[in-house]
């Protein structure tokens, strides 16, 4: 199935985050405007809160108030025909951070900028849990001659608590739960494979024991050249994967099968949320052409954890 779908909003700049709301309006990130958008069910947008830096996932936490993954900013290349990348860090990138957004006011705080001492690099996707508290990735920031090593935290969304959980990971991205909540799923971008760690308590993980580079239980590889980016869970458990390059969504099963490759309009097919009717809608991110499209979907989307 190629990801035709509807256009639902066009013009933006490189959006990411996507959230769908039970009023059937949609919150993005625009990564290089550094905002946090809402676009209505008519397609008229609004900017909610103007964060800075580089706003990159997103998710709705239990009181109601949106969490923001922000990485710090990147440099862009936009090329003339108006495609937008990123490729490299922002000159004026200080730290990586999380930040709370009342949607209502558009105030935005920010929570937390390290993790017992250690700066936080360059937070990318973010996902809740039953328990009010939210894992997130750090996949770190690129500079021209060296690279951080990535990392999985936990934190509580009033500020009081950050761990890390998982480390080293090589650039990760992508995160999500399993539906019974046992399972954490990290997708990493540079090596395009596909990773699960078995939950032991909120915030910790078992970690598999060497050769696992990161402690990971390896789901998928892919062959070729593709890059991962962020994830979504349908309800019955299937994994689908924002693929970079290639372009388009990997699904793939809990055992390690891929199962379905979604051809899309775009190299940097960026992310994939539910919603609408019974969650058989995705909206997707095509952030090069600066687009967010409707999908009809073959099999429900998991409700996420928010009340």
């Known amino acids: 199935m190629e990801l035709i779908g509807r256009e639902v909003a066009r013009g933006l700049r490189f959006p990411e985050g996507p959230v769908w709301l039970p009023d059937g309006s949609l919150l993005v990130v625009e990564i290089a405007a550094g905002t946090l958008t809402r676009i209505t069910p008519s397609g008229a947008r609004e900017v909610v809160a103007t964060l800075g830096g580089g706003p990159n996932g997103a998710a709705?936490?239990?009181?109601?108030?949106?969490?923001?993954?922000?990485?710090?900013?990147?440099?862009?290349?936009e090329q003339p025909d108006g495609y937008l990348r990123p490729i490299g860090i922002a000159e004026d990138y200080v730290t990586g951070r999380i930040e709370r957004v009342d949607l209502a006011s558009g105030r935005v705080d920010t929570l937390y900028t390290s993790c017992d001492g250690k700066p936080l690099n360059g937070p990318n996707d973010i996902v809740f849990d039953e328990h009010g508290g939210f894992w997130f990735t750090d996949l770190g920031k690129v500079r021209p001659r060296?690279?951080?090593?990535g990392a999985v935290y936990y934190a509580r969304c009033d500020g009081s608590m950050i761990r890390e959980a998982i480390f080293p990971s090589m650039t990760p991205n992508g995160v999500g739960l399993s539906p019974d909540g046992k399972t954490l799923y990290v997708a990493e971008t540079e090596t395009s494979r596909l990773w699960a760690y078995d939950i032991t308590a909120p915030?910790?993980?078992?970690?598999?024991?060497?050769?696992?580079p990161n402690g990971g239980r390896l789901v998928l590889g892919r062959e070729g050249y593709q890059r991962f980016d962020s994830l979504a869970v349908e309800a019955c458990g299937n994994i689908c994967v924002a693929t970079l390059v290639r372009g388009g969504i990997s699904v793939i099963s809990p055992a390690g099968e891929l199962l379905e490759f979604h051809p899309a309009p775009d190299a940097f097919c960026?992310?994939?949320?539910?919603?609408?009717?019974?969650?058989?809608?995705?909206?997707?991110?095509?952030?090069?052409?600066?687009?967010?499209?409707?999908?009809?979907?073959?099999r429900a989307g998991l409700a996420l954890h928010v009340s």
Do not use: Q
């Open 60 to 77: 709705i936490g239990p009181d109601g108030a949106c969490y923001v993954c922000n990485n710090g900013g990147f440099r862009w290349l």
């Open 146 to 149: 060296s690279m951080d090593r």
């Open 203 to 212: 915030g910790e993980v078992r970690m598999e024991p060497w050769p696992s």
């Open 270 to 298: 960026t992310n994939i949320c539910f919603g609408g009717e019974g969650l058989r809608t995705a909206f997707i991110t095509l952030s090069g052409t600066g687009r967010l499209i409707a999908v009809d979907w073959p």
